[in-house]
């Protein structure tokens, strides 16, 4: 008999201790500043809502019928032909919708003559009342070109809906280029890479008619001008704080880096503002909108199949965001989770459940259930397992209803499931721990 009690105690205890190991594993740097769920956003293409690139920009008032304006492209799966780009908009920041009798894409690849059109950037010219949508293009050797110079284009719209023939802006040595209109010029930044010979920098260029350009400054983060660890980004000007802001994504690694200037040229040193804590494969191209002392970071999330997805994180304080998680699913046009269902495994779904319901910080609960285990069995009262489940019990399943919102019935089974889960594991620890302290039959 003692030597099964001692084999279930120690199964009990592989079994907690796979537990533990599990979720330090997957929630050991889990960022509460980290989206974990994406905005959904339907694209052109039926059955692959897989946006990405993100650029949002505001109004006082609806214009057109819209607060917000987003320019994006889709990327299903990483296919670079079917980058092309595209607008949403919203009038909360959370729910997103394709305008009426607007056809998206806006620019394809047949009518430029590239094999992938990317990159997009909208932008507004109040001087003109219009939208601007900015985006590179890649010119195609089917097509006559070299298969590697990079083109900047421009469409324009009066309404969001009915957009112009493009424009050729200029040739562009750069990626994600970030874009501003300042009431007199356009103030355009571009992230240097390998490809075109511009790797390492940040370069900066104006202009007043989109024609004639500056020639390229490289733009300082910290005292570095030429060794720039950046991938794609984006500049937005800040109008409280009388100050240009910089989100972008290193090469290096997988967080959202944030730094200002007061010049345009000359940056502070750079500061983490979001991390990935394995919930994404990859961050992609930031995008910060500031609004009524509120931020918005907007970026791109990459899944493990090369899904591309579009997720958020606000906060009033840059320092301090909250990403968007299962909570804020019934804000939105429709759930993520519902889109995702025929394609995600059952082991994803798995995991994402998990880093919601799953609460490792009630682990420490385990050592105050033994010494009150302890103290029950020295005065005497009644069945000490059965007490410390029921408490275990509610322990767990009153944490979870404080700290998750539950947005459907779904999601309350699976608390109510995991809320037993937990308790299980907390009793059973508990109890063991009283068994190999007194060496008795529990």
């Not at 690849?109 to 003109?128: F, H, M, P, V, W």
């Not at 069995?377 to 410390?388: A, H, R, T």
Request: hydrophobic content about 35%; overall charge neutral; charged content about 25%.
């Amino acid at each position: 008999m003692k030597k099964y009690k001692l084999s279930l105690g120690v199964l009990l205890l592989f079994i907690i201790a796979s537990v533990i190991l599990f979720n330090v594993k997957n929630n050991k740097d889990y960022n509460e500043n980290l989206g974990h769920t994406s905005l959904y956003v339907e694209t052109y293409l039926a059955g692959k809502n897989q946006p990405t690139h993100p650029n949002v920009i505001k109004f006082d008032k609806p214009w057109h019928g819209y607060k917000y304006w987003m320019g994006y492209t889709p990327y299903p799966n990483g296919d670079g032909e079917e980058e092309n780009p595209s607008i949403a908009a919203s009038n909360d920041m959370y729910k997103w919708e394709t305008p009426k009798n607007l056809a998206n894409p806006i620019a394809d690849n047949e009518e430029t003559g590239c094999n992938e059109l990317k990159d997009s950037q909208l932008i507004y010219r109040d001087d003109l009342d219009r939208l601007e949508m900015w985006y590179l293009g890649r010119v195609s050797k089917n097509l006559g070109g070299d298969g590697e110079t990079l083109l900047l284009f421009r469409k324009t719209s009066k309404d969001g809906i009915k957009w112009s023939k493009y424009q050729v802006m200029r040739e562009f040595k750069y990626v994600s280029p970030a874009i501003i209109w300042d009431g007199e010029k356009y103030c355009v930044w571009g992230i240097g890479f390998d490809g075109q010979g511009t790797k390492g920098v940040f370069d900066y260029f104006e202009s007043k008619d989109g024609t004639n350009w500056s020639d390229p400054v490289h733009c300082k983060i910290g005292n570095n001008s030429k060794t720039l660890d950046m991938w794609h980004g984006n500049v937005t000007y800040n109008e409280k704080l009388k100050c240009y802001e910089l989100v972008y994504i290193p090469t290096s690694n997988q967080e959202v880096y944030y730094t200002t200037s007061k010049d345009k040229i000359n940056f502070d040193k750079a500061k983490t503002i979001i991390k990935n804590d394995g919930t994404w494969t990859r961050l992609y191209r930031p995008t910060l909108l500031f609004e009524n002392n509120q931020y918005y970071c907007i970026y791109g999330a990459i899944g493990e199949n090369s899904e591309n997805y579009i997720s958020m994180s606000t906060g009033k304080n840059i320092n301090n965001l909250t990403g968007i998680s299962d909570k804020d699913i019934s804000k939105m046009a429709d759930t993520p989770m519902e889109k995702r269902k025929e394609k995600v495994s059952f082991m994803e779904r798995l995991s994402e459940f998990k880093k919601t319901f799953f609460r490792f910080e009630l682990l420490v609960f385990i050592p105050i259930l033994f010494v009150l285990a302890i103290i029950l069995k020295k005065l005497k009262k009644g069945n000490i397992n059965s007490i410390v489940s029921v408490i275990s019990l509610l322990i767990c399943e009153s944490y979870m209803f404080l700290k998750i919102d539950f947005t459907s019935i779904e999601s309350i089974i699976v608390g109510l499931i995991m809320g037993i889960i937990q308790a299980f594991i907390l009793s059973s620890g508990s109890m063991y721990l009283v068994f190999i302290s007194t060496k008795i039959r529990i």
